[in-house]
């Protein structure tokens, strides 16, 4: 089993810049594919972005594409979410994830999950 604890959330103003992090217990990430995804409020799960198991193929959503970057640690057990120039349509609880079978894009498809963290973009 992989435990994953996201932290980094808060309240920011627009145009500004926020780092996620996650970090996984249990096993190594090493083996894992890992993504980003959030939810606003009465709104669907929406996928952010996503890595390969050695960080060499990352994928993000057209509407963070340019101001995120996804990176990992394999070292360090954590990946990060770098997020700048961030918008009010941010707003949501971002959450990471992990597969063993590759990468995608899709959330049904993700094993293991965080408990999620607020981001809150204030205009």
């Known amino acids: 089993q992989v435990q994953l604890v996201e932290s980094g959330g808060g309240l920011v103003q627009a145009g500004g810049s926020l780092r996620l992090s996650c970090t996984a217990s249990g096993r190594t990430l090493t083996n894992y594919a890992a993504a980003w995804f959030r939810q606003a409020p009465g709104k669907e799960r929406e996928f952010v972005g996503r890595i390969s198991w050695n960080g060499g193929n990352t994928v993000y959503a057209a509407s963070v594409k340019g101001r995120f970057t996804i990176s990992r640690d394999n070292a360090k057990n954590t990946v990060t979410l770098q997020m700048n120039s961030l918008k009010p349509e941010d707003t949501a609880v971002y959450y990471c994830?992990?597969?063993?079978?590759?990468?995608?894009?899709?959330?049904?498809?993700?094993?293991?999950w965080g408990q999620g963290t607020q981001v809150t973009v204030s205009s």
């Open positions: 994830a992990a597969r063993s079978s590759g990468i995608a894009t899709s959330w049904t498809l993700y094993d293991y």
